[in-house]
């Protein structure tokens, strides 16, 4: 099967990194290098582009389809929270772009065996890096009933988060809950039937969740945003793109603060605290799609472009 993911936000991407032909530009997020392909054809004899993922198959065909471009570009199996080891490896000191983008490629949730789909019946994985321990399953099984419900209702945002851990600590004490069909099932069962019919899939948002708390996606997010933008060099760009409110959230607080770090009280007449603006955060409200490329691309119609400045 072949790995696909359309880029999001492709000319706005380029647009908010104005990408300079010898510069060097980090994806935290490889995936298919749909971006990244775009990046490297903007980049002279001494640019470089550095992708990084931690899912093996992104990897691979990051890989394969950068080979066109040489020494230019470097793909790498990493979490993008070790984005500043690795390019200490690499003898890279600085960047003058990095691109996130947070979303779950179309190959990840079409690939059944994958785990991430409501849709398709394979065992409960959603491991982004199958390197790690912790599945869906591991989650679904063994958390507390009342850990699974703060999970389905802070990460999901579901409504119904009670009454879905409650159906799912029911039904594993029967038997252990291995599919994703068996999931989907129940927590289908556990919302009432006027409001499946809302928002999507029923499972959509505890699948969500899951995935979530499987691949500590918001503690890695919120952790690195600060040190990935010391990476920058001046006037250096970043770029994230996120797909639901709970990243979107982390995003623009943590540029927010970038930008006005300081901690003093209001009435104070000067700042005292020392603390020094790291740049400026370039998108007051997020950057979304086209009505076109929504169209074209019915998974992007729910992504945000953030940019932030380096001083």
Known sequence: MEFVHRPVLLDEVLDGLAVKPDGIYVDGTSGGAGHGRKICGMLGKHGRF????????????????????????????SNYSDMAAVLERMGIDKADGILL??????????KAERGFSYRMDAPLDMR??????????????NYPENRLFHIIKNYGED?????IAKHIATERSQAPILTTARLA????????????????????????????????????????IDDMIDIL???????????????DRIVKHAFRKAENPCICPPDFPVCVCGNVPKGKVMTRRP????????????????AKLRIFRHN
């Open 128 to 141: 982004m890096d199958d390197r790690q321990e912790l599945t869906a399953a591991d989650v679904v099984n």
């Open 287 to 302: 950057i979304l799609p086209s009505v076109e490329e929504m169209e074209q691309n019915p998974r992007s119609k729910s």
């Open 159 to 163: 409504k119904f988060a009670k009454n």
């Open 101 to 110: 983008d947070l979303g779950v490629s179309s190959f990840q949730l079409d």
């Open 185 to 224: 099932e129940i927590v289908s069962q556990a919302i009432p039937m006027k409001f499946k019919k809302q928002g999507g899939h029923p499972a959509k948002r505890t699948f969500q969740a899951i995935r979530i708390e499987v691949n500590h996606e918001l503690d890695i997010l919120s952790q690195n």
């Open 233 to 247: 060099k001046p006037d250096g760009r970043f770029c994230i793109i996120t797909f639901h409110s709970l990243e």
């Open 50 to 77: 550095i992708g990084m993922d931690q899912d093996a198959d992104a990897v691979r065909t990051s890989t394969e389809r950068l080979k066109e471009f040489g020494n230019k570009a470097s793909v790498i199996r």
